[in-house]
């Protein structure tokens, strides 16, 4: 057994010692690679600082170059100002040069200049003539217009009167029956406030006789048991003295008996009595809370009615809002195209039609004259 572990032993340190011999070769070429691009690294990083210590020596010893660029900047400047210069200069010869050349063909246009004078009076001529014909064109061009708008003023007016007339009587017609829509409905609403007082009242007396009858019914109704009682008692006491034949006080029990069942008698017969009362008062309840309930939903239609009316006259009435618009229409129609001056004061919108018209007038001849005077102006 030791023998055998023995040679497992040796056979396993064999085996990795010939592993690592053939990790070993395989690894050595890559190693090798390795190590040369490590030198090569290397050796760059040494010519790179090399080369980077001799740039810096030379140019450490090189002045500050931004003074230098300034200047030449400056000087770029002063030389683009100088073309500029150059170049308005340009520009100012030629122009002086057109302007000799317009003087000098200006001297030689005296004839053209006469015969634009000319011209120009011919021009002035017929400008004075259009000037007129203009003029008396608008001359009888306001005055028809003048015509017209004072027909339309005039139609619009009687038109507007008419107008105003008719809203009048369709407004006073409204009050009147609003006033007596409101007339109407207040008297119904008291007939109506009344007749329920009236009824509440009636109600509330039926309503206590029917309580008083019930409770006399109650009263009539525990009597009569009482008496019931009353009367069995007797009944019993004489069944007793038939049994005792000769005893003193049969007599006596036969007359308390025949006076119980009588008094038992009128009892029954005013039960009955307060029966039927309150059949009636509760036939007469219903009757009267039917009849209530229908003179109320008479009441409350006709009310509703009324309502409904009176709700109708004011939509009417607001209807007919325009009213004061309507009498404003003849104040609106004075302003318009007869509107006083702005010197004027508020005094003038309230002069009448015919005195607008005239001062129209006045003023439209005083624009014809201006015009007239214009035209002479002219010539």
Do not use: C
Not at 201 to 207: A, L, S, V
Not at 350 to 366: F, G, H, T, Y
């Amino acid at each position: 057994m030791a023998a055998n572990v023995g040679s497992m032993f040796q056979y396993w340190k064999r085996f990795d010692l010939q592993q690592l011999q053939d990790l070993r070769k395989q690894v050595a070429p890559l190693l090798k690679s390795f190590q040369g691009e490590i030198d090569a690294l290397s050796k760059r990083s040494k010519e790179a600082e090399a080369a980077f210590l001799n740039v810096y020596k030379r140019l450490i010893d090189v002045p500050d170059p931004v003074p230098a660029l300034d200047l030449g900047q400056q000087l770029q400047l002063k030389v683009q100002r100088l073309h500029d210069i150059e170049t308005e200069n340009q520009k100012l010869r030629e122009t002086l040069e057109e302007y000799n050349k317009e003087f000098a063909e200006v001297k030689n246009q005296e004839v053209t200049i006469k015969a634009l004078k000319e011209k120009i009076r011919e021009y002035e001529q017929t400008l004075k003539n259009q000037a007129e014909t203009i003029a008396l064109e608008k001359e009888q061009k306001l005055q028809n217009d003048f015509a017209e708008k004072e027909r339309k003023l005039q139609e619009t007016q009687m038109s507007t009167t008419s107008k105003l007339e008719e809203a009048e009587h369709k407004v006073q017609s409204l009050q009147t029956a609003l006033e007596k829509t409101r007339t109407e409905l207040f008297d119904l609403k008291t007939k109506y406030d009344e007749e329920t007082t009236a009824k509440a009242d009636e109600i509330e007396m039926i309503m206590t006789d029917l309580e008083r009858a019930n409770q006399r019914a109650e009263v009539a109704q525990r009597e009569a048991e009482t008496l019931r009682e009353q009367l069995s008692s007797a009944n019993h006491s004489l069944q007793l003295a038939s049994q005792i034949q000769k005893a003193p006080d049969v007599a006596i029990e036969v007359l308390t008996r025949s006076s119980l069942e009588v008094e038992l008698a009128a009892k029954e017969r005013e039960i009955a009595q307060l029966v039927e009362d309150v059949q009636r008062l509760q036939a007469s309840l219903t009757k009267l809370r039917e009849n209530s309930a229908s003179q109320i939903s008479q009441l409350e239609q006709q009310l509703s009615a009324k309502n409904s009316t009176l709700k109708q006259l004011e939509e009417k009435l607001k209807g007919q809002a325009d009213y004061e618009e309507v009498k404003k229409e003849l104040n609106i129609l004075k302003s318009m195209e007869f509107a006083p001056s702005e010197g004027a004061g508020t005094q003038d919108a309230a002069k009448p039609l015919e005195v607008l018209l005239l001062e129209k007038n006045r003023s439209l001849q005083s624009e014809n004259a201006a015009l007239r005077i214009s035209n002479s102006d002219l010539s």
